[in-house]
């Protein structure tokens, strides 16, 4: 439900197990009858042990909802853990088509930010960020600093904000940012 409040989306599609125990089908019900009248929610069984086929499953459901022109945030929080992982890879494996990837602290509900990774950035990203954590956020200071131009140093801001490291709206560090430069 805090993912539904916080990011309002169109469309839930809930990976499960194939054989979901009663409270797993009892939730979907609730789902249905509360927040299925307003958007579409499609349940799709994958397995409950096997990360590699949940990835691809994972990676598959984004890639159709990409094709109907969706934003799409992948939650990892709910399920067995080798299935958030294979959530989780299944959205590096499709890192471009992917908005955000969170997962949702189980005691207070606090959504944590989660790094889109490709599995590196480079040595000027990297900076960029540390700059921007630092607390710059003048992008002629930026340029300044780390001795690019200013419009190399836009295509790095973009390039990061697609990453999920920096926020859409303002050159604030997100939580994934900070990750990326521990």
């Known amino acids: 439900m805090a993912c539904i409040t916080q990011f309002s989306p169109d ?8 054989d979901a125990p009663a409270k797993m089908k009892e939730t979907e019900r609730m789902l249905q009858e509360t927040v299925g009248r ?26 159709e909802e990409h094709a109907h022109g969706r934003n799409i945030v992948v939650n ?3 399920g067995r ?26 005691e207070d509900k606090n959504i944590i930010d989660l790094p889109i990774l490709n599995f590196g950035i480079s040595k000027t990203k990297r900076i960029i960020l540390e700059e921007l954590n630092d ?12 001795g690019i131009s200013r419009g190399m140093t836009y295509n790095h801001i973009r390039e990061l904000r697609e990453m999920g490291l920096i926020d859409q709206k303002s050159l604030q560090i997100t939580s994934a940012g900070e990750l990326a430069i521990i």
């Open 38 to 63: 307003v958007l579409e929610i499609e349940v799709k069984p994958t397995s409950i042990y096997n990360v590699v086929m949940v990835a691809r499953d994972t990676a598959e459901i984004i890639e």
């Open 135 to 146: 607390g710059e956020n003048n992008v002629k200071n930026l340029s300044t600093k780390i």
């Open 81 to 106: 853990k080798p299935q958030a992982l294979g959530a989780l890879f299944g959205s590096y494996a499709r890192h471009d088509m992917v908005e955000k990837i969170v997962y949702i602290t189980e």
């Open 11 to 18: 469309k839930i599609v809930l990976i499960r197990e194939e």
């Open 76 to 78: 990892i929080s709910g």
